[in-house]
């Protein structure tokens, strides 16, 4: 029973999620109410808020589950596996399952690109961000025999990856015309793992 009632709690949160995204594409985020979301979803602002503090925290609240999926991949992943090759497969898992192989839609492309502009956005994710790095380095820490109570390697690591990621989606919103996302992840990482050599030599 409480098996059903976790999945059912989950559904609830990814549609408002999801309702909260569409509605912020098709309206613009200004535009966009909690009574709004709720309603999509037919369940009442107050059942919204058990979920998610603000319409800002529902539409990143993707951000924390691909970081928490991360997390997960990198812990299942091989113990011999090189650490950048398992965390380079653990940071692509999530993008990987979004379809992000393919190019998107122009119009979509330019919606996103006008919601990632949105300051109150921007520091909702930065606060995701600052959370995340914290659960990441303390798995770089399990698989790196460190301590991410005192040592520094595991949170230079969190943070560089992230910061990878962060980057590769950034140029994928830049992209004219729209380019797949999936092979830019790839490349940022694994120039990363390579030490970020000098592409001019």
Same mark, same amino acid.
């Given at each position: ?69 991360? %997390?997960? %991949? ?84 969190? %943070?560089?990856?992230?910061?990878? %990621? ?36």
């Amino acid at each position: 029973m409480s098996g059903l009632r976790e999945r059912k709690k989950q559904a609830t949160r990814e549609a408002l999620m999801t309702a909260a995204l569409r509605l912020a594409h098709e309206r613009g985020l200004e535009r966009v109410r909690v009574e709004d979301i709720a309603a999509e979803v037919g369940v009442s602002p107050r059942t919204f808020n058990n979920y998610f503090s603000s319409k800002y925290e529902a539409i990143t609240a993707r951000h924390t589950d691909r970081i928490r999926r991360s %997390v997960a %991949v990198l812990r299942a992943r091989p113990p011999e596996e090189p650490l950048w090759e398992a965390l380079a497969e653990a940071m692509v898992e999530p993008w990987a399952q979004a379809g992000t192989d393919v190019a998107p839609a122009p119009e979509l492309l330019a919606s996103m690109r006008m919601l990632a502009d949105e300051p109150a956005l921007q520091a909702e994710s930065l606060q995701v961000m600052f959370a995340g790095n914290g659960e990441l380095a303390a798995a770089v820490a399990e698989r790196t025999g460190t301590d991410a109570a005192r040592d520094l390697y595991p949170h230079l690591v969190s %943070v560089t990856a992230g910061s990878a %990621v962060q980057t590769a989606v950034a140029h994928w919103l830049r992209s004219d015309p729209p380019v797949p996302l999936l092979p830019l992840l790839r490349d940022a990482l694994s120039a990363l793992a390579a030490g970020l050599p000098d592409p001019s030599l």
